[in-house]
């Protein structure tokens, strides 16, 4: 696990950047386990109407530049793909957008993603404190993060015990559990998260300085997660 990612890395700081983009922060995650969806990387329109194809249409497109973290911003991210025909057009624009937002843009590649079904979205966060080390943030997404800051912390490493403990006393939990005759959500499959991130931190804790996974789907009990957006920076 820890090779594989120390691999994704190290290519990294070679190349001078301390910010992974998505697809890379995805490779990391990956290598400990951690749910991302079945993506690839398309350097070329042929290789991404092949990835379309294997992947299964509708589907989404991401350009991924280290210059251009915040891709909403930048309109470098185009949903719902439905058609080679769609994909070619498309294909142009998401280029047109990232050179009209940062010229100087490098471009690594467009990752070619499933459309995922909607779930009740979490959050997963890391920082780092000069004096306690390395702590992990829970808490609903949208909302509930932005504007009514309903998270919680803990230093790393964890454990299980923890993990169920921070869910629990968020103030959002019932949402969780299962408000208004809602399926509850996988509880066992956010503890699952939290452990692997965790102890991902806790080996690599030399490089990584932040992390955010966000938004993260949560489905029904027994269903899982799927990590649908990731960044990492590393020191």
Same mark, same amino acid.
């Given at each position: ?28 995650? =990956? ?6 969806? &079945? *993506?690839?990387?398309?350097?070329? !329109? ?33 949903? /719902?793909? =439905? ?9 142009? !624009? ?18 070619? +993603? ?20 390395? +702590? ?58 939290? !452990? ?6 806790? *080996? ?5 300085? &932040?992390?955010?996974? /966000?938004?993260?789907?949560?489905? &029904? ?15």
């Amino acid at each position: 696990m820890k090779e594989e990612a120390l691999k994704v890395i190290e290519e990294v700081l070679k190349s001078g950047r301390t910010a992974l983009v998505e697809y890379e922060a995805k490779q990391v995650l =990956k290598a400990y386990g951690l749910p991302v969806p &079945e *993506e690839k990387l398309a350097k070329t !329109l042929d290789e991404a109407l092949k990835y379309a194809e294997e992947i299964g249409y509708p589907v989404a497109m991401k350009l991924m530049s280290p210059q251009i973290l915040h891709k909403s911003d930048a309109k470098v991210v185009l949903l /719902n793909i =439905k058609t080679p025909e769609e994909l070619k057009e498309k294909w142009e !624009l998401i280029h047109e957008n990232a050179r009209k937002y940062r010229p100087d843009a490098e471009i690594l590649g467009v990752l070619i +993603a499933p459309m995922l079904k909607p779930g009740r979205e979490i959050i997963i966060g890391v920082t780092e404190d000069p004096q306690f080390g390395h +702590a992990i943030m829970f808490g609903l997404g949208g909302i509930f993060v932005e504007v009514l800051k309903d998270v919680t912390f803990r230093l790393v490493p964890i454990t299980e015990n923890d993990a169920r403990k921070m869910i629990r006393e968020i103030k959002s939990y019932p949402i969780l559990a299962g408000a208004r005759g809602e399926e509850p959500a996988d509880i066992d499959a956010i503890v699952d998260l939290l !452990l692997k991130v965790s102890q991902l931190v806790d *080996e690599l804790r030399d490089y990584i300085k &932040e992390m955010d996974l /966000n938004p993260v789907f949560v489905y &029904e009990q027994g269903k899982g997660a799927v990590i649908v957006d990731a960044r990492i920076i590393l020191k």
